[in-house]
């Protein structure tokens, strides 16, 4: 038997819709700036160049931690333990496949591309393509599922991330230097502003009062919480911009502008 839409128990209108505004356009930009991020991530994670700047230390966060031979000297914080990779492993696959994960079974995410790339549904009062819906019980969706794992991970990962920054920084101040300060606040108040985390916060308590420290933390990331969306395509753009300079740098078609030497 047929669900969603196509129910023997729903009206049977021949329209996709009857809205007449522009209810199309939140998924078509939603689309489009998912794309961009993808193919701009994907063609740097395998670009294998310019990615560090001895001189002032700055990695970008697309390469870190870069553990193998491959890596160029000084980039590899944590020590060299693999081999050299092959062209197809990007350099910086340690923590990408994590953060990944990290990002499509986020809550906010899985709202954007299910309404905009899955369509179930486009927007409201729009009928969806799919005649009936599983929901996240079976593969490839139940993954979503994990998503509390991958959390713990990022938080891994923004502390490495933070290492980075704090290293590039002792090699005195300069504009790349405050990119990397901006893109590691940013991405920490994303990470904690998960909805997993205000669940390790104050999930399971009977008794706000009895937990005052908890019930703390709650509130606080409570009020991160309600910015997720925000920070979900802020972070997306800090990343681009933090890459794109140290990737400029790094090449040589700009210097960096330096403020304490």
Same mark, same amino acid.
């Given at each position: 038997m047929k669900s969603g839409v196509g129910a023997p128990t729903r009206a049977r209108i021949p329209d996709k819709t009857l809205r007449t505004d522009r209810w199309w356009l939140p998924p078509l930009l939603t689309n489009l700036g998912l794309a961009t991020f993808v193919v701009y991530a994907t063609v740097r994670a395998f670009w294998g160049s310019a990615y560090w700047v001895p001189e002032y230390g700055y990695l970008t966060p697309f390469y870190s931690p870069c553990i193998s031979e491959s890596c160029l000297p000084g980039s590899s914080h944590l020590g060299t333990p693999l081999p050299e990779l092959p062209g197809w492993i990007p350099l910086g696959f340690l923590a990408l496949p994590f953060l990944l994960g990290f990002r499509l079974t986020c809550y906010y995410? =899985?709202?954007?591309?299910?309404?905009s790339v899955w369509q179930s549904p486009t927007a409201c009062a729009v009928a969806e393509p799919h005649e009936r819906y599983t929901g996240e019980t079976r593969f490839p969706l139940i993954i979503q599922n994990a998503h509390r794992y991958f959390f713990y991970v990022a938080v891994l990962i923004s502390i490495l991330n933070t290492y980075d920054m704090i +290293?590039?920084? !002792?090699?005195?101040? &300069? +504009? &790349? &230097? %405050? %990119?990397?300060?901006?893109?590691? !606040?940013?991405?920490? /108040?994303?990470? +904690?502003?998960?909805?997993?985390? =205000?669940?390790?916060?104050?999930?399971? +308590?009977?008794?706000?009062?009895?937990?005052?420290?908890?019930?703390?933390?709650? !509130?606080? %990331?409570?009020?991160?919480?309600?910015?997720?969306?925000?920070? /979900?395509?802020v972070t997306l753009a800090s990343l681009v911009i933090t890459d794109?300079?140290?990737?400029?740098?790094?090449? &040589? /078609? %700009?210097?960096d502008l330096r403020i304490i030497s």
């Amino acid at each position: 038997m047929k669900s969603g839409v196509g129910a023997p128990t729903r009206a049977r209108i021949p329209d996709k819709t009857l809205r007449t505004d522009r209810w199309w356009l939140p998924p078509l930009l939603t689309n489009l700036g998912l794309a961009t991020f993808v193919v701009y991530a994907t063609v740097r994670a395998f670009w294998g160049s310019a990615y560090w700047v001895p001189e002032y230390g700055y990695l970008t966060p697309f390469y870190s931690p870069c553990i193998s031979e491959s890596c160029l000297p000084g980039s590899s914080h944590l020590g060299t333990p693999l081999p050299e990779l092959p062209g197809w492993i990007p350099l910086g696959f340690l923590a990408l496949p994590f953060l990944l994960g990290f990002r499509l079974t986020c809550y906010y995410y =899985r709202k954007a591309y299910y309404r905009s790339v899955w369509q179930s549904p486009t927007a409201c009062a729009v009928a969806e393509p799919h005649e009936r819906y599983t929901g996240e019980t079976r593969f490839p969706l139940i993954i979503q599922n994990a998503h509390r794992y991958f959390f713990y991970v990022a938080v891994l990962i923004s502390i490495l991330n933070t290492y980075d920054m704090i +290293l590039a920084l !002792t090699h005195g101040l &300069g +504009l &790349g &230097g %405050i %990119i990397l300060l901006v893109n590691v !606040t940013l991405l920490w /108040a994303y990470t +904690l502003s998960c909805h997993s985390c =205000r669940h390790v916060a104050g999930g399971r +308590l009977k008794h706000f009062s009895k937990n005052p420290v908890r019930y703390k933390l709650w !509130t606080v %990331i409570s009020k991160l919480n309600v910015r997720h969306m925000q920070l /979900a395509w802020v972070t997306l753009a800090s990343l681009v911009i933090t890459d794109l300079y140290v990737m400029l740098v790094a090449s &040589g /078609a %700009i210097s960096d502008l330096r403020i304490i030497s």
